[in-house]
Nanobody, 124 residues
Framework: QVQLVESGGGLVQAGGSLRLSCAAS????????MGWFRQAPGKEREIVAM????????YYTDSVKGRFTISRDVAKNTMYLQMNSLKPEDTAVYYC?????????????????WGQGTQVTVSS
């Protein structure tokens, strides 16, 4: 059974940085797409970034390009989201998700495995 556990959220001022971690366990992730999603109050869940675990190839939604970096440590089975130049509109609950052989899937419905979420709050 795949388990995903996020950590690293918190409260930060606009312009600050946070690094989220997603510790994955339960199987080998070489054929998985791993993604970070977020959901703000009253808004739909949206993709933030994703990567192919085997190659490290990445994708970013336009609103975070140049500010966020997704990466993984294969030896630690951990995925990261480094968030710089944070803005109040980045405030949301952030979730990591995993899917087997789903390609670069931007819809959350493609991912069967989810973490519990971690709150990120950016004050102005």
């Amino acid at each position: 059974q795949v388990q995903l556990v996020e950590s690293g959220g918190g409260l930060v001022q606009a312009g600050g940085s946070l690094r989220l971690s997603c510790a994955a366990s339960g199987r080998t992730f070489s054929d998985y797409t791993m993604g970070w999603f977020r959901q703000a109050p009253g808004k739909e869940r949206e993709i933030v970034a994703m990567l192919y675990w085997s190659t490290g190839t990445t994708y970013y939604t336009d609103s975070v390009k140049g500010r966020f970096t997704i990466s993984r440590d294969v030896a630690k089975n951990t995925m990261y989201l480094q968030m710089n130049s944070l803005k109040p509109e980045d405030t949301a609950v952030y979730y990591c998700a995993a899917g087997f052989r789903i390609g670069f899937a931007g819809s959350g419905s493609s991912y069967p495995y989810w973490g519990q979420g971690t709150q990120v709050t950016v004050s102005s």
